[in-house]
C-alpha cells in the first residue's frame, strides 16, 4: 500500500537556523508531491508542489523541496526560518494517476525568538 | 485558489447524536472531498462527493455512518451519524477545481475545517 513516512515529527529550532523535514513515500510510479502547511489557528495551505520537470521546487515564503527519484524522498528546506514559520507541516502524495492523496502524519515545527 | 468555508466551524455533541457539516466553494469545483484528521494522526480522506451520484466511499467508511450530499458543483454535507466519543476529529473538505480527467496533477484545496468533540 501507498505510505508516506515524515520521520521528524516535533522540531525546535532558533530563529535563522536552518530547516530540513524529510519526507518519504513508497510508490514505484509516477507520483506529485505536495507539501501543504497549517499555522496555529488556521487553515492547510499549500506550500510547494512538484508534478514534473526540475526536481528543485520553490514555494512560498522561501520554502523550496527537492525530489529525488532514486530515494523515494521529497524534504523540505529553508535556509534561514522566522518565528512566524511555526506550524505544522505535511507532506502528501498523489499517485497513480487518481485524484487521492496520502499524507504523512505531520511535523510541528516551533520556532523559538 | 477557491475560497472554501465549512459550518460549523466546531461543535461539542452528544454520544448517539448527528452533526451535518456544510462545505460551500465560492466557484464551481469538479470535485469535492471529506478528510479527517483525528488527533495526533494524518489526514485520511473518508470518501469522494459526487454530484448527482451516490458518493464514493473508501475502504473504513460506510455511507451509513457519513452520509453525504453533493447537491451542486459549490456545496456538499457530511453527516456523522450516531456519534461516538471516537468520533472526535477535525473533518476537512477539499476541493479540485478542474475537469475530472486532469484530477491527477490539480491541487487540492482545503477548507477551514470543522472540530468535533464527542462526550
Known amino acids: 500500500a501507498q505510505s508516506v513516512s515524515q520521520h521528524n515529527h516535533h522540531v525546535i529550532l532558533s530563529e535563522a537556523a536552518s530547516l530540513e523535514l524529510g519526507c518519504n513515500y513508497s510508490y514505484g510510479g509516477t507520483v506529485n508531491l505536495f507539501w501543504y502547511v497549517q499555522y496555529p489557528g488556521q487553515h492547510l495551505q499549500l506550500l510547494l508542489k512538484y508534478f514534473s520537470g526540475d526536481p528543485l521546487v520553490k514555494g512560498i515564503k522561501g520554502f523550496e523541496a527537492e525530489f529525488i527519484k532514486s530515494k523515494f524522498s521529497f524534504n523540505l528546506r529553508k535556509p534561514s526560518v522566522q518565528w512566524s514559520d511555526t506550524a505544522e507541516y505535511f507532506c502528501a502524495v498523489n499517485a497513480g494517476g487518481t485524484y487521492k492523496y496520502i499524507f504523512g502524519t505531520g511535523t510541528r515545527l516551533k520556532v523559538l525568538a | 485558489s477557491a475560497v472554501i468555508s465549512q459550518k460549523p466551524s466546531r461543535d461539542i455533541c452528544q454520544r448517539g447524536t448527528s452533526l451535518t457539516i456544510q462545505c460551500q466553494v465560492d466557484?464551481?469545483?469538479?470535485?469535492m472531498f471529506w478528510y479527517r484528521q483525528q488527533p495526533g494522526q494524518s489526514l485520511t480522506l473518508i470518501a469522494t462527493a459526487n454530484q448527482g451520484s451516490e458518493a464514493t466511499y473508501e475502504s473504513g467508511f460506510v455511507i451509513d455512518k457519513f452520509p453525504i450530499s453533493r447537491p451542486n458543483l459549490t456545496f456538499s454535507t457530511l453527516t456523522v451519524s450516531n456519534m461516538s466519543p471516537e468520533d472526535s476529529s477535525i473533518y476537512l473538505c477539499?476541493?479540485?477545481?478542474?475537469?475530472?480527467?486532469?484530477?491527477?496533477?490539480?491541487?487540492?484545496?482545503f477548507g477551514p475545517g470543522t472540530r468535533l468533540l464527542v462526550l
Open positions: 466557484s464551481q469545483v469538479t470535485m
Open positions: 477539499s476541493v479540485v477545481g478542474t475537469s475530472l480527467l486532469r484530477a491527477f496533477q490539480e491541487t487540492q484545496y
